[in-house]
């Protein structure tokens, strides 16, 4: 089956400990055609290898290529000598992807898979420096390295945008996979030890320290707990419990990574555009190496290894079985009561999570489901997991949230392959804690009925075909993941001679065989593997004692072990830690570097684009005094300019339309069609309406504009997307930055585009505000408020744009996580005393905003392709038909062109020249702290020091940089990192999850400023305040390059698939008004070359010393109450801010929460997407803002 990864987040996390939460993705389908072949990258000269071929040491066991999409191959090869395996996957792409996997199976909650995935980092044999791994990626046009520890695997990724830099970094990669150093000292300072002030501390123990009591975490492991018994690896915590982490000891690691660390083991999983010969050239001198160096116990490992999971105890699935009494794991106090029940169908355990907010908890179910390759099952499944909880008209959504008293805001269904036995999940989050307890009941009686009525069987063809479509979608947009998923699940549970790896691709075979089930089929699967099987649930309860008692605890344990170790005893951990600092830190020589030679720009392989708009050209804020406000020429017209513009021609002669559109051809089986609005003429207090009017924007009932006046339910409306789009969405922002836009969007198959358009057109001017509809919106948004209060980095970045956007003229500002804390309370009242007071103000919104006057409408995908001849039709209908319409609201074509604004036209002085302020606010429910320092940027595309500052900024946020070294290496801060926001005209430097920011920020000022040459560097400090004995912090002609290396793939990442490519050259041209248009990338490439040094040292300070000075710089940072008073203090005191408190609002609770009023802090996130970000990543993920490798540009 092609999905398998239920968690998404894989991208950015470099050494991120990451366990596949099972429950908290929904199992997404992932396999796609890519209908229309992109630019084959590399004709493969030589001839196609046949099964059984045996080259060197590697012998082909498997070769195919996918029925539905002839151009993506798959090739498995083995060592016949060291058993080491090779998995190909090969498609056109501008990116390869190594992702090495070793299935990691491990009894104890030691952590040890977790913490030596840490340990392969810091140097191996041929290469005994810390950080060199990813120095030399960074000259290979990669961003670095990465890796993730799942529950039964680790794995190791590396994704660059030159096939000669991949080809060089893999025997480097593998040989710190299976010889590293892990050396006492890498273990003290990334695992753990006791600092100088006796504070637990180390990498991997702070990353788990901060997850170790969220609900999330607690949840899983009450769940695995209460799954398997004693001797079964599913039972363990992978990444480590404190306790446990505390006592762990280097040894231990070391036999762990002799025993599993091994090539019988190991899979090589590689995906992109590759020579064949040079590939299996390069494994096979891994392989030899590995033999020479005595690392190969054979083919089939040693005797008497077994297979891990597979032919270990954890293959034996586990029994759910209510009635069985004594000694259940899990069994708690509190569940004492349901126990004696004895229901053999239902087991519940209750786990509490620290929680200030104790009016929302959490449900989670799980059922033992099919063996391992039921691959039919499987997948009928996934269907009905699309058919029950998949859109708002989906049964279990219908029942449970979309209501004015939601019994939970979200629900997930999704099932993971084990060993034995898959598991079968569902996730309730943002349950009334007065109602957890029945939840599962409920749902049991909605199966039930289910069952019992029969299915929807329109719907269910509807789901098939969805699923289908979704799939072929992900294979276009995430192609390398979608591969990776299914081919590190075959390593771990497949077939070792790959005999399975064809069939559980072959998702569409299955999707014939599924259409033709009857519904008596479906009602079975519903009842075999979810009413009449044995369900196991665990509630998620929140504790404000909790919270306290946990706080309590660790203090203690600090005094008592400060008492024991006395001042000698801290002396020498200080000692101790300074050595083990030195040791890691020995600079890499440079000419390892150096030598390690950078690939040429011609060996990426760009995707083409054609482009071409029609009537009048937007104005943005991004142009600058000079700039011609059109299309920007970037000195090439491409053949597909050329293919849309014969597409186009035809209908040119026809009726001007009173808007702009701007179409861009890329190969796609897909077209996406966007509309932009700008919000600048939005009187300021219905400016945080535009939540609510984006969130109901795709359930609202309509009337069609489309001559026939039909009328819509909102189901019909919910079934009609469902059926004609792959995806859409609306919110604030445009490819990831320019939130003072709205943008609304709609994904389709590219022989429906008349469908997108009038889809477009009948929700933007059809909708009506039903007042029902309008309750259930704002009761989901109110009760997801507890929930999202939790994201410390999301309340520091609205922190910071409170100060700095003005919410009178700021759309983004309006309806930010503080906004809608005093704002949806208040609305959820008038809408109860006052609805139609509220309906008039949404109208008043689609007037002012949703104009034909005032829009750009963009197509993206394969125009030509997408079937007639007809690219303006649609238009000219939806531009009459909503003009016939509007006649009463006077919206006559005005003559001026749109204006599109940038962030940097609703600043507030204070954003406009920032200064001296702080603000602060504690949020009982982060354990650590982040923090948001800004300063003035650049703030234009065309600055002449734009190139400069984004060579320099490179350098910073690299891994492995001096503010990487000090900063995230002495353990002050997980992430550190600055960002270039032209739009704004801002720069910001950021600390994520910093024990204490204000200490981490002045170290990384003490950084800039040696670096930048202003101030003679006085020793490093730790988190201790000790010296450190790094060397003085310097940038070198090798950084210099490597900076530039990286800052390739950063260009190249961000137009890798035809979906990005087509969304850039759009922003490019009309938003960010970039001089060479399409072109920005690449001539800022060309221009990044001639970057020197001397620029460097320049740009460091005339804009970056200023973010850390408080003249010139203003802070906003969130953390836990017990840190707020030293972090005030400091940067009052030494740093001389002006620093405010703020207290968070408190809201009500959800309106049916029995008059309950939940007070404390709380918040929400979510409607400030794009705005983090003003690179074109789909996403902008927290720790896509950690390491700063993506809106840097
Ligand atoms: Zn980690």
Redesign the pocket.
């Known amino acids: 089956m092609l999905l398998r990864r239920l968690c998404c987040s894989l991208s950015s996390t470099p050494?991120?400990?990451f366990v596949a939460p099972s429950n908290l993705a929904r199992r997404h389908n992932s396999f796609a055609t890519m209908a229309t072949a992109m630019p084959s990258a590399n004709g493969h000269a030589s001839p196609p290898p046949s099964l059984g071929d045996v080259r060197g040491n590697m012998k082909l066991l498997q070769s195919f290529a996918l029925p539905y999409a002839p151009d993506m191959k798959v090739q498995k090869w083995k060592s016949t000598r060291t058993g080491l395996t090779l998995v190909w996957a090969d498609f056109p792409s501008p990116l390869l992807n190594a992702y090495m996997t070793v299935p990691t199976e491990i009894f104890t909650d030691s952590g040890v898979p977790?913490t030596l995935?840490?340990l392969i980092f810091l140097g191996s044999h041929d290469y005994p420096y810390k950080g060199i791994l990813d120095s030399l990626a960074n000259r290979s046009f990669a961003s670095g390295t990465n890796a993730w520890?799942a529950n039964d695997h680790t794995a190791y990724t590396i994704t660059t945008a030159s096939s000669d830099g991949f080809l060089r970094m893999l025997p480097v990669y593998a040989d710190h996979l299976f010889r590293p150093t892990i050396t006492d000292a890498g273990f003290t300072t990334e695992v753990y030890h006791v600092d100088g002030k006796g504070h637990d501390a180390g990498?991997?123990f702070s990353?788990m320290q901060g997850r170790e009591n969220t609900s999330g975490d607690l949840m899983e492991l009450r769940m695995q707990r209460s799954l398997y018994p004693e001797g079964n690896a599913y039972r363990s915590e992978t990444?480590g419990l404190m306790d446990k982490l505390r006592v762990l000891t280097a040894q231990e690691i070391r036999d762990y990574h002799a025993k599993y660390y091994a090539p019988h083991n190991t899979a090589l999983v590689v995906t992109g555009p590759l020579p064949l010969a040079q590939l299996i050239d390069t494994v096979n001198s891994i392989d030899d190496g590995l033999i020479a160096a005595g690392k190969a116990p054979g083919p089939s490992g040693p005797p008497g290894w077994l297979r891990p999971f597979l032919e270990t105890p954890s293959a034996t699935p586990p029994i759910i079985d209510g009635s069985l009494r004594g000694d259940l794991p899990s069994l708690t106090p509190i569940d004492a009561d349901v126990a004696s029940s004895r229901d053999p169908l239902r087991r519940q355990t209750t786990v509490e999570f620290p929680e200030e907010d104790e009016s929302m908890g959490e449900v989670y179910i799980s059922w033992v489901g099919p063996k391992l390759g039921s691959w039919i099952e499987e997948e009928a499944i996934s269907v009905l997991s699309t058919y029950l909880t998949d859109s708002a008209v989906s049964p279990v959504q219908r029942a449970f949230v979309e209501r004015d008293d939601p019994l939970c805001t979200d629900v997930y269904l999704s099932q993971e392959s084990k060993a034995g036995s898959g598991i079968i999940s569902a996730l309730f989050t943002s349950v009334p804690t007065a109602k957890l307890a029945q939840l599962d009941g409920e749902l049991l009686a909605l199966l039930k009925k289910i069952a019992k009525e029969g299915i929807d069987m329109q719907r269910m063809q509807l789901c098939i075909r969805r699923d289908r479509v979704k799939l072929m979608n992900h294979l276009e947009t995430k192609t390398s993941e979608s591969f990776a998923d299914v081919l590190i699940q075959d390593h771990l549970y497949g077939d070792a001679g790959g005999k399975d790896l064809f069939t559980c691709m072959d998702d569409v075979a299955r999707y014939e065989v599924l259409a033709g089930w009857t519904s008596a089929q479906w009602a079975q699967l519903i009842d075999r593997w979810l009413v009449c099987n044995a369900r196991m649930v665990v509630l998620g309860k929140p504790s404000k004692t909790l919270q306290k008692s946990l706080r309590k605890d660790t203090k203690a344990l600090e005094k008592k072990r400060k008492a024991a170790l006395g001042e000698e005893g801290l002396k020498e951990l200080t000692e101790k830690l300074d050595k083990a600092r030195a040791e890691n830190d020995r600079p890499i020589p440079d000419e390892i570097l150096s030598g390690f030679r950078i690939p040429s720009e011609e060996s990426i392989q760009w995707i083409q684009s054609g482009r071409r708009l029609i009537g009048k050209a937007p104005v943005s804020d991004g142009v600058v005094e000079g700039q011609v406000s059109k299309i920007a020429d970037d000195g090439q017209t491409t053949p597909l300019d050329k293919v849309l513009d014969d597409h186009l021609a035809p209908e040119l002669d026809g009726p001007q339309l009173p808007f702009p559109i701007h179409f861009t051809q890329v190969p796609s089986a897909f077209l996406t069609v966007s509309l932009v609005f700008p919000t600048t003429h939005l009187a300021p207090h219905l400016r945080p309406l535009l939540q609510l009017y984006l969130s109901t924007l795709f359930s609202l009932p309509l009337q069609k504009l489309d001559g026939s006046a039909a009328t819509l339910s909102y189901e019909d409306v919910v079934r009609g997307l469902d059926d004609d789009t792959v995806e859409y969405d609306a919110g604030l922002g445009v490819g990831g930055g320019f939130a003072e836009n709205v943008c609304i969007e709609v994904k389709v198959e590219r022989n429906r585009y008349a469908e997108a358009v009038g889809w477009l057109r009948d929700l933007l001017w059809g909708s009506q505000f039903s007042v029902d509809r309008l309750r259930v919106s704002v009761a989901k948004t109110t009760q997801s408020l507890p929930e999202l209060k939790r994201d410390g980095r999301g309340i520091s970045w609205s922190l910071l744009r409170s100060l700095t956007h003005d919410e009178g003229k700021s759309s983004n500002v309006s309806t930010s996580i503080l906004r809608m804390l005093e704002f949806m309370p208040a609305l959820s009242e008038r809408l109860g005393s006052k609805p139609e007071e509220v309906v008039g103000e949404l109208e008043e919104v689609r007037r002012s905003v949703f104009r034909l006057d005032n829009m750009v409408a963009a197509v993206g995908g394969d125009v030509v392709g997408s079937g007639g001849k007809n690219a303006l039709q649609p238009w000219r209908q939806l531009a009459e038909s909503v003009a016939a319409k509007q006649q009463a609201n006077n919206s006559a074509s005005s003559a001026s062109p749109v204006h599109l604004p940038w962030s940097r036209s609703v600043l507030t002085p204070l954003g406009r020249q920032p200064s001296k302020t702080g603000l602060l606010a504690s949020l009982p429910t982060v354990e650590s702290s982040y923090a948001v320092f800004t300063s003035r940027g650049p703030n234009s595309y065309a600055h002449p020091d734009h190139p400069a500052l984004v060579v320099t900024v490179a350098m910073l946020n690299a891994l492995e940089s001096v503010l990487w070294r000090h900063v995230r290496g002495a353990g002050l801060a997980y992430g550190a990192s600055l960002r270039i926001d032209v739009e704004a005209g801002q720069l910001h430097f950021s600390l994520y999850r910093a024990p204490d920011s204000a200490r981490a920020f002045q170290e990384a000022k003490r950084v800039v400023q040696a670096v930048a040459g202003v101030r003679e560097w006085a020793g490093s400090k730790g988190k201790d305040g000790k010296p450190s004995g790094l060397p003085a912090p310097s940038f070198t002609q090798t950084d210099l390059d490597s900076a530039k290396s990286l800052l390739h793939y950063n260009v190249a990442e961000g137009v890798s698939t035809v979906s990005l490519c087509a969304g850039e050259v759009f922003s490019d041209e009309l938003l960010r008004c970039a001089p060479a248009g399409r072109g920005r990338g690449r001539a800022l490439l060309s221009k990044v070359a001639s970057v020197t040094l001397e620029d460097v040292q320049r740009v460091l300070r005339e804009w970056v010393c200023p973010v850390f000075e408080a003249q010139t710089s203003i802070a906003a940072i969130v953390g836990s109450e017990a840190r707020m008073g030293e972090i005030e203090k400091c940067l009052r005191e030494q740093e001389g801010y002006e620093v405010r408190r703020k207290t968070l609002p408190i809201v009500k609770g959800a309106k049916d929460a029995k008059g309950e009023e939940s007070s404390g802090d709380e918040s929400m996130s979510g409607s400030e997407s794009g705005s983090e970000s003003e690179s074109g990543s789909e996403s902008e993920s927290e720790e896509s803002e950690v390491d700063g490798k993506k809106g840097k540009l």
């Open positions: 050494r991120s400990f977790h995935e840490h520890t990498v991997v990353e990444g």
